[in-house]
């Protein structure tokens, strides 16, 4: 490997910098995304953990301008998108959400694959349709041509006789096909990067393996970065190169795959890993203590005080900044404070 | 498709035939006939009359044969395309709705594609501006719509229309056109005129299909597939329209079925108010008096009317929604 090609795949394809992004109901103010920053480069897997409500959809809804309307809505920060590794950015949270330049690279260079197979896909169109719809709307292609490309997308993602198929409407398909389907159509514009939204958590496991089997496999042929989320640890551990961990609508922990799960800095993610049971090991499960603070009214302090078993004093008062704790590792935690005193 | 269209014809044929003996079976079970009425009118205003001419009269109206006859006489010549005859109008009953039918017909398609034109946008619109002050007003106004009586707003427009404007807009074609046959010229004139019926006959089923039509989109639009949709890249316009309407608009295509006979029924009372001489007004006549062959034969074309819609109906679904599959 020469020093360009390790350049190349070190480039970032993803920036975000303090997105914000909040919904404003009458009852209060809920911070999905307060304050995120992170990175995604070319080719990787980044994959993104915490539990329902963290904020994991919003921050990826928010990275293609699609956040629920109408309470939703990004607030500040920037998202700065590298189509081309050399050229500037475009960011991405100053595009309009209908805006033309945001609506030619949803689809076409950020793709999305969805939770449910069973309802992503327009009930009274054909799969054929459906791709054939993404491909005309970003590549110059007659429609014969384009449904070729489906027919061959289809074949790419595993389903036999994609011939018959693409003229089948969804109904007739089960849940992994959809699945199949809806990653052939992500995939027919030939995206940099596919925000894949718990795409297996529907699915039973054998099927969720051969999905997740083909998404890595798909990622080499494609070249491309995927935003993996999932509130299941397991399928992190097999799909992501670095992990971020979200709880209340905040990054607490960032770091690659092993160090989540053999060196993980934050409270919150070792209790994570402390509630998924393990096959043959005779331990007591430890689940994480009391529940999500109400997003609405969020403590001063720390969002995870009231459930830490390392809690101290200034948890309860101040909220704790990101600490670097290596390279590619940091942790949002008081902890990190008393060892950086006790280095010094 | 073809199999599923002439097992629905096959059907229907029995169907119909259950159907018109019903209408007959209800139309005579109120006690007494015509005839006691207008014997019992005669004798009043101090004529006489005798045995020999009950009995005349009887016979000419086929009274005097047992019900069974009666019904087998009458739908075998409704077959052959002989109604019976009027003994209100006087004349043939086919003349009767020769006459009519037009205005109905007419009333019946205008008024559909008025409630269809005016409805769907603003279904849509509500829908995706749910909860905005627009929509809050379009849904004050079609709760008044659908709970303001027809003859009222009948009454309303013409009174409106008289005093502020000076337009009668009562009747449908222009008094020097009235006796003409149908043709270009007519039918243009009472196109021109039809809107106030239109209104008055269409406001309630208008304002009931906003209501499903906006129900139904916000159950789509909330749908992952609509979200697909979006991080494809599509327009917000195609999502609406091309991914959502399609499936929301399922139920409005089904209650074109019931909507053909409904606006015949519907535009009764409004058909007297503006005084028009559709089906509708001859048909309430006719039961009023008991004029049973006019009867019977406004109820089963009703009927038909209402089987020919239903598979209308599900023609248009099954072209729609590939769920829909009948064979």
């Known amino acids: ?344 | 498709m073809k199999t599923f269209l002439l097992r629905r014809l096959i059907i229907l044929l029995p169907l119909l035939v259950l159907i018109s003996f019903t209408a007959f079976v209800i139309i005579e079970l109120p006690p007494g006939s015509y005839l006691d009425t207008y014997i019992s009118n005669l004798r009043q205003q101090g004529h006489d009359v005798s045995r020999a001419q009950i009995e005349s009269l009887e016979r000419r109206y086929g009274l005097d044969k047992p019900f069974h006859i009666r019904y087998f006489t009458w739908f075998s010549n409704f077959l052959r395309g002989d109604m019976g005859y009027s003994m209100t109008q006087n004349k043939p009953v086919n003349m009767v709705v020769r006459e009519r039918i037009g205005f109905s017909i007419m009333i019946a398609i205008v008024t559909i594609l008025f409630e269809f034109i005016v409805a769907v946008p603003i279904g849509i619109y509500s829908s995706i501006k749910k909860h905005s002050f627009a929509d809050h007003s379009l849904t004050f106004l079609g709760f008044l719509g659908l709970s303001i009586p027809n003859f009222m707003l009948a009454l309303i427009l013409m009174y409106v229309f008289y005093s502020f404007f000076g337009m009668n807009v009562t009747g449908l074609v222009s008094r020097d056109l009235l006796g003409e046959p149908w043709n270009l010229t007519k039918i243009l004139d009472a196109l021109s005129n039809i809107w106030v019926v239109v209104i008055v006959v269409g406001t309630a089923g208008t304002a009931g299909l906003i209501r499903v039509l906006r129900g139904q989109m916000l159950d789509e639009l909330n749908k992952e597939y609509i979200q697909a949709a979006r991080s494809k890249g599509l327009s917000e316009m195609m999502v609406v329209l091309k991914h959502a309407l399609k499936v929301a608009i399922n139920p409005l295509i089904s209650t074109i079925g019931w909507l053909l006979p409904r606006i015949i029924s519907g535009s009764v009372i409004a058909s007297i108010v503006l005084g028009i001489p559709a089906l509708g007004p001859a048909m309430l006549n006719s039961l009023l008096e008991q004029d049973m062959y006019l009867a019977g034969s406004i109820l089963f074309i009703q009927a038909i009317m209402v089987v020919i819609g239903t598979i209308i109906s599900d023609v248009l679904l099954a072209m729609i929604d590939p769920r829909i599959r009948y064979d």
């Open chain 1, 1 to 344: 490997m020469d020093n360009n090609t390790i350049d190349d795949q070190k480039s970032k394809l993803l920036e975000v910098k303090n997105l914000k992004t909040y919904f404003y109901h009458e009852e209060g103010i809920v911070r999905a995304a307060d304050d995120i920053s992170f990175d995604v480069d070319r080719g990787e897997t980044l994959g993104v953990v915490g539990e329902s409500g963290c904020g994991k959809s919003v921050t990826s809804l928010s990275l293609i301008q699609l956040v629920p309307q109408p309470h939703g809505e990004i607030v500040g920060g920037e998202i700065l998108y590298y189509k081309e590794s050399g050229l500037p950015p475009v960011d991405v949270a100053k595009l309009g959400s209908h805006s033309k330049e945001m609506r030619n690279i949803r689809g076409n260079e950020i793709a999305m694959i969805f939770q449910e197979p069973m309802t992503s896909l327009n009930p009274v169109y054909t799969v054929g349709d459906q791709i054939v719809e993404s491909i005309l709307l970003h590549q110059n292609v007659r429609k014969k041509q384009a449904r070729a490309k489906a027919i061959e997308m289809l074949n790419l993602v595993g389903i036999g006789s994609p011939e018959q198929r693409v003229d089948e409407y969804p109904h007739s398909l089960s849940g992994g096909m959809r699945q199949r389907v809806m990653i052939a159509m992500a995939l027919s514009c030939n995206p940099n990067l596919l925000i894949a939204d718990e795409p297996t958590t529907a699915l039973d496991v054998t099927i969720e393996s051969q999905i997740l089997e083909l998404m890595n496999d798909l990622q080499g042929k494609f070249n491309m970065s995927i935003i993996f989320i999932t509130h299941d640890l397991d399928v992190i551990g097999k799909m992501a190169d670095r992990v971020i961990v979200m709880y209340t609508g905040k990054i607490v922990e960032k770091a690659k795959t092993d160090d989540i799960f053999y060196n993980n800095k934050h409270p919150y993610t070792r209790g994570l890993l402390n509630s998924i049971p393990k096959i043959g090991a005779n331990k007591r499960l430890i689940p994480i203590e009391g529940s999500v603070p109400d997003l609405k009214h969020l403590p001063e302090g720390c969002y995870f005080v009231s459930r830490c078993p390392e809690a101290m004093e200034i948890c309860i008062n101040e909220e704790p900044p990101e600490y670097q704790i290596e390279d590619s590792q940091t942790a949002k935690c008081w902890l990190y404070e008393k060892e950086k005193e006790e280095l010094m």
